[in-house]
Nanobody, 134 residues
Framework: QVRLVDSGGGSVQAGGSLRLSCEAS???????????MAWFREAPGEEREGVAS????????YYADSVKGRFTISHDNATNTLTLQMSTLNPEDTAMYYC????????????????????????WGQGTQVTVSS
């Protein structure tokens, strides 16, 4: 059974850094692998929003405008581990962060920007809390 396990959350002050990790226990099948992996976040009372994604084959990355230049997503094909390096954190980054994956390329909209839609993803981690204090 496929499992995604998130870790690395915590509490930091504004301006600090955190590193999130997501380990995938296996692929959906011997044919399909996770071609797109992503991080989403959900703050209390807010909708789940896409933060960053990566096409694991080519290494192409996509970011929400709010985190561009501060967050870096990466994937290690050997260990099937997804990482989100977050720096210059601010209180608006406070949320539960979720790893997500699906066996297709990251979907782009007509402007060639990542669609950031959570409905594209069928596999989810359990979430890890990030709290940034001012």
């Amino acid at each position: 059974q496929v499992r995604l396990v998130d870790s690395g959350g915590g509490s930091v002050q504004a301006g600090g850094s955190l590193r999130l990790s997501c380990e995938a226990s296996s692929y959906p099948s011997s044919i399909y692998r996770f071609y797109c992996m992503a991080w989403f976040r959900e703050a209390p009372g807010e909708e789940r929003e896409g933060v960053a994604s990566i096409n694991t084959g080519a290494g192409t990355t996509y970011y929400a405008d709010s985190v561009k230049g501060r967050f870096t997503i990466s994937h290690d094909n050997a260990t099937n581990t997804l990482t989100l390096q977050m720096s210059t954190l601010n209180p608006e980054d406070t949320a539960m962060y979720y790893c997500a994956a699906h066996p297709f390329l990251c979907r782009l909209d007509h402007g060639a920007k990542w669609s950031r839609s959570p409905t594209d993803f069928g596999y989810w981690g359990q979430g890890t809390q990030v709290t940034v204090s001012s």
